[in-house]
């Protein structure tokens, strides 16, 4: 896990002089943000915070209470192969797949195969409330790993799960019984987001291009679907929803970041923000900023001229492709 901060932009002392005028308010406040943004945008960012996990890590969630005001409470929970580790029913050690906290901060859910744990924050240890998603022969009931939590903004006693059964479920987070459960998908559910008025829940999952907008009032149907490039992957590709609840930003595997407008699910932009799959896109609180995460495993072969007579690869050819890899990572760098 990687936290980052800004560091100060040489030469944008002026922007964040004005940023910090507006906060007072001296100035316009809508000034002041536009500033703001353009130093962060400026100035180089740097690893403030690296945790090693040891493992894969499967999912990761901050405290719910978290305030810079309070350094205590500056902390998150992950879970990989060796943390948040849980007992199953034959007493052997399983990691969690995904993690979420109560929006009071008192409870830590995490997910499991056909099981929900919910964790005290107060008392540490493998006690735990466990909640089965699935019973043999009742209609209507969750199989699978659980891969995916949200607790609604808005009713926090509302909780969403999603499973790589292809399938959503929807609990009372005061007794986690089940009052909803949502089918629509093609593959396996890998997030799911209320808007922040919590009337309604987008979910998107892999080997599916739809992202899938659901009306949890009252009839639980899909109202519309995104699409975006990920048909054909197993991958989490990941969305954010702007914080006044308008615009979705999502990822691809095309390298395109699309955004669309949800009042009615029309794509209004497009950006062509990497040359590989794009998995994860995240709007900022505060600023105008949309940040996104991009991984390159692409690797162009050598064409049939480019060994040697011993068998070994052409020093010529090597030097020749390092330096187009070169100039493609500027020219990503500077998109």
């Known amino acids: 896990m990687h ?3 800004p560091a100060a932009a040489p030469g944008g002392a002026d922007q964040q002089e004005a940023a910090a005028a507006a906060a007072a308010g001296r100035v316009n406040p809508a000034a002041a943000q536009t500033a703001a943004a353009a130093a962060a945008v400026g100035s180089p960012w740097h690893s403030g915070l690296q945790v090693h996990a040891g493992e894969t890590v499967y999912d ?3 405290f719910s209470g978290m305030s810079t005001a309070d350094p205590v409470s500056c902390c998150f929970a992950s879970t990989s192969r060796g943390q948040l580790q849980g007992y199953d029913d034959a007493d052997e050690i399983t990691a969690a797949a995904s993690v979420a906290f109560s ?3 008192s409870k830590l859910v995490a997910g499991y195969n056909k099981t929900l744990r919910v964790f005290s924050v107060s008392r540490p240890g493998r006690e735990c409330k466990k909640i089965a998603t699935y019973r043999k022969r009742q209609e209507g009931s969750m199989a699978g790993i659980i891969s995916c939590l949200c607790f609604s ?21 005061r007794t986690y019984e089940q009052l909803l459960l949502l089918e629509g998908h093609k593959g396996g559910l890998t ?3 209320f808007s922040p008025d919590g009337n309604f829940l987008y979910t998107g999952a892999r080997q599916d291009d739809q992202i899938h907008c659901w009306d949890i009032r009252a009839t639980g149907q899909v109202l519309y679907s995104m699409t975006r490039c990920s048909a054909t992957t197993n991958q989490r590709i990941g969305f954010s929803i702007e914080p006044c609840g308008r615009h ?6 095309d ?5 669309y407008d949800l009042c009615d699910g029309r794509q209004v932009a497009s950006l062509q923000a990497a040359a590989d799959t794009v998995n994860g896109v995240d709007f900022s609180p505060c600023l105008g900023l949309l940040a996104t995460a991009s991984g390159h495993r692409r690797f162009a072969l050598l064409p049939a001229d480019g060994w040697g007579q011993d068998g070994e690869p052409d020093s010529t050819t090597q030097q020749q492709q390092q330096q187009q890899q070169q100039q493609q990572q500027q020219q990503q760098g500077g998109l």
């Open 248 to 253: 979705l930003a999502t990822g691809g595997c």
């Open 153 to 173: 903004p808005v009713h926090n006693d509302l909780l969403a799960a999603g499973s790589y059964s292809r399938c959503i479920g929807l609990f009372d987070a």
């Open 255 to 259: 390298g395109a970041v699309r955004v």
């Open 103 to 105: 929006p009071d901060g």
């Open 191 to 193: 997030q799911v987001s």
């Open 60 to 62: 990761y969630a901050w």
């Open 3 to 5: 936290y980052s901060q």
